[in-house]
């Protein structure tokens, strides 16, 4: 076997024309959406095959690296929003533009996760320069509805509706959408029959089915009657009748009216109230309740309730939106008066569970001239069951009736509540509950409670 012998020239020549490939290739490599195993593959070659075997690998790898790159950084978001890292992703799509700015598929990406992270106007941005160049996007054109929906410009949403419902006319997503945002505009009609369209041809559609329930609570009117029976292992039995009359006047303004008769710890009471609330700007309201009693010792004379609160919307797969408010009432009862500070939250998540967080301080004054703060607190699940039936868990500790023979500061109390809501109209539902409350002492209280609703 003969070796071949290279001058010295010839050796250095060809090991700097290795070197200066191999450089050449990590400059390529690094920072690339190349696979892993085509930059190995690549710097393999250029080290034993030459420059020939190298440039055709090279040429290889540059005519598959941009499919490779789209993939990729595609594949980098889907995971990154699988995992509900929505920050992550943005960054994985800002790059991307960074390095080719005219991806339109990537300013749609953006547009959904800005919308996700509540930046309406930029993802309104990203849509409409898409929509600019592409303007037949379903998908797009859906994702600006939403953005538009999100700033209470519903007018403009449903334009961009009626557009993409040309397009795709029997798209049970699209008409839906259409007719919550009818509804929001107030035109109840149309929506009710929009969606009652999407049931003919998708009977089983839970959006349209809700929706269409939903339209039971934008009617003008509502009455609810309501029974509520107690049972007292160291007393009587009480009994208390809620006749409630609600009236929507439009978006803004609220009334009711509500009558109580009561039979508890053997006396008789009647109670009067009346509420309204007013909703202004973007998700606010103020309510102001007042209410009075013939004299007794079981329910207080005289009540004063004041409520602000706030509507959050989200972009989380956990939270769709929030409503917190606080409240201040104060309560009359012969002998003693009731001072109590509450705040509510209720957290609207997906597939139409709420969960309802409450806190409140209680401080009772008596006559004698004592006084002290107690707190108490509850929670409640609400949940679907079937078509029509729906649920819901409480638990409350602390919770108390404010009656002057039945004093929260005097009390404490740990109370379990079941509950069930059944619709039995589009404009009619009944409603139970199954309560037990152990006290102190040794006290116990068991309570049924029915309820009727109409809205009109």
């Known amino acids: 076997m003969f070796k071949v012998l290279l001058s010295p020239r010839e050796l250095c020549s060809r090991v700097a024309c290795a070197w200066l490939n191999l450089k050449f290739v990590q400059s390529l490599t690094e920072g690339s959406a190349l696979h892993l195993s085509s930059k190995f593959l690549l710097r393999r070659v ?48 800002n790059h991307r533009l960074a390095e080719a700015p005219d991806d339109m598929e990537a300013h749609a990406w953006r547009g959904r996760l800005l919308a ?36 209470q410009r519903y007018s403009e949403a449903l334009a961009v509706l009626e557009e993409a419902r040309s397009l795709a006319p029997r798209n049970p997503e699209i008409l839906v959408q259409r007719a919550r945002v009818l509804s929001l505009l107030q035109r109840n009609s149309e929506a009710r029959a929009q969606f009652q369209a999407v049931l003919v041809y998708d009977p089983t559609n839970s959006a349209a089915i809700n929706g269409l329930a939903s339209l039971t609570g934008a009617s003008k009117y509502e009455l609810h009657i309501s029974d509520e029976t107690d049972f007292f292992n160291y007393t009587q039995n009480a009994q208390v009748e809620t006749v409630t009359l609600t009236a929507h006047w439009n978006e803004k303004w609220t009334s009711a009216f509500g009558v109580s008769p009561y039979y508890l710890f053997g006396e008789n009471a009647v109670k009067v109230w009346a509420e309204a609330a007013y909703r202004f700007h973007q998700n606010n309201w103020v309510r102001v309740l007042g209410a009075g009693a013939n004299p007794q010792d079981v329910v207080p004379e005289g009540e004063v309730l004041i409520e602000y609160g706030h509507g959050f919307r989200f972009s989380s797969p956990w939270i769709n939106g929030l409503e917190s408010s606080i409240q201040e009432h104060s309560l009359w009862y012969r002998g003693a008066q009731v001072l109590t500070l509450n705040t509510n939250q209720i957290a609207y998540m ?22 002290d703060w107690v707190p108490s607190g509850s929670t409640k699940l609400g949940f679907p069951l079937v078509r029509k039936l729906s649920g819901s868990l409480s638990f409350a500790v602390g919770a108390e009736n404010f009656a002057q023979v039945d004093q929260i500061g005097r009390l404490s109390a740990r109370t379990y509540v079941g509950g069930l809501r059944y619709r039995l109209a589009e404009s009619q539902d009944i409603s139970g509950f199954v309560a037990r409350q152990d006290r102190e002492h040794g006290q116990e209280q068991t309570s049924l409670g029915l309820s009727y609703g109409l809205r009109f």
Request: proline share 3%; with cysteine; charged share 20%.
């Open 350 to 371: 997906p597939r139409e569970w709420t969960l309802t967080l409450s806190v409140t301080g209680s401080r009772t004054r008596f006559t004698d001239g004592e006084s």
């Open 116 to 151: 996700w992270s509540g930046h309406w106007q930029e993802a309104e941005g990203d849509y409409r320069q898409v929509l600019g160049k592409f303007p037949g996007d379903v998908d797009v054109l859906t994702g600006l509805a939403d953005v538009l929906v999100w700033q």
């Open 46 to 93: 250029v080290l034993r095959r030459g420059l020939a075997a190298t440039s055709l690998v090279m040429l290889a790898c540059l005519l598959a690296s941009p499919l490779v790159a789209d993939d990729d950084w595609q594949q980098q978001v889907r995971i990154a929003v699988e995992r509900h890292e929505v920050a992550a992703a943005l960054v994985v799509v």
